[in-house]
């Protein structure tokens, strides 16, 4: 299987099976729209009369055999050997936990998924000491031979139980001891309100990761990110970020922004964000039901697909600028990738990755809290539903008719099964503009890296 496409004045060939990119002519392009294997030893007439149109009958016979020599050295049309991985998707030991600290928010930004913290159950709670604790030994318990266990500490607003945090690290770290090789690499994502001294200096000292959330430029994040009054939070919040991020020397961490309907020039709010310094950015489609206002729907998706491309200009031209900057959906790994069972499976939720609420309850991740289908037990009973472990971890491209004959599978592993089960009842049925997007990022993606390998190319 070979995706090919043309963007940025490239001629981008993907070789899905074994993930090979290649830049090629317009001859070679054309020629491959009229071959599939298995190659007959010459060109076929029919495929001679139709490109002599365009192309010499010599370059053609020249153009025929290299693409031939190419698929019996299996760099094009490579045969899938990832399917044979697939049994190996089963459940695994647990390395990562979502504790949701806080079931409640200082906020009440319009499309919060979490519905401000209450998830759907009409309360509003914080977790005790008591509990996390009893989360972090549950994870440590159930890690198998993992050395590293990652925690993030989530809400709602997470600073908003702050003391609960900083007591769960230090319990954290005590544990530590208690084995040979075990760590804790805790994360926390924040809305910035309540961001000091004291809590930044915690921050940067024991997370290793931490997620900022900001929309871009005032207007954008002061529209959706709102106080319960309904003030924007954008002046709050960005010198706050700004000295977080100088502190931690602009490593480990990320700003990440949610786009709307409202703001389908997206690229103008990384943009901005990027003026502000930021080096590490996120902006996520907001996912939520097309009777919203700001909610994103088949029609935006050609708008969407032009500002991705637009924002992968922008990059290389920052760039060339030396104004380098990450934007997290454009960055892949074309040299060697994840393992196999992460390619096939992609989301760890449910099986590796758990999210655990004040009360205790286990759910697959922090978007299926609230979920009772998906309940998964509770810590307390120091065990999880194997019957739902089980499905989680068998969750793979093979097993979504959809992912099976998708050229981006390998980089998409099927989706976000949350948002599969929101919008199409099954974890196995993939989100349609969820995979269209994804498909364009990917594009992007692959150009910008094809874009500075032929640059570097022609500098040597």
Sequence with gaps: MIHKYKLNGYNIVLDVHSGGVHLVDELTYDMLDNVNPPFEEKCPENIIEKLSRFYDRDEILSCYEEVKELYNEHILFSDDTYEKFAKYSVAAPLKSMCLLVTMDCNLRCRYCFAETGEYGMKKRKLMSFETGKRALDFLLENSGDRENLEVDFFGGEPLMNFDVVKQLVMYGRSREKDYINKHFRFTVTTNGILLDDEKTDFINREMSNVVLSIDGRKEVNDRMRTHINGSGTYDEIIEKYKKLVEKRKHQNYYVRGTFTKHNLDFTNDVLSLAEQG???????????????????????????????????????????????????????????GPCAIKRLRGCSSGNEYVAVTPDGDIYPCHQFVGVEKYRMGNIAEGKINSDIRNEFAAANIYSKDDCKNCWAKFYCSGGCNANNYTYNGDIHSPYKISCELEKKRLECAIMIKAAIAAEEQQED
């Design 278 to 336: 930021f080096k590490e950015i996120s902006a996520e489609p907001v996912v939520a039901p097309a009777k919203e206002d700001y909610a994103l729907t088949e029609r935006d998706l050609p708008a969407i697909f032009s500002e991705y491309e637009r924002l992968a200009q922008a990059i290389l031209v920052s760039d060339k600028q030396g104004k380098h900057f990450n934007f997290f959906h454009f960055m892949i790994d074309l040299d060697q």
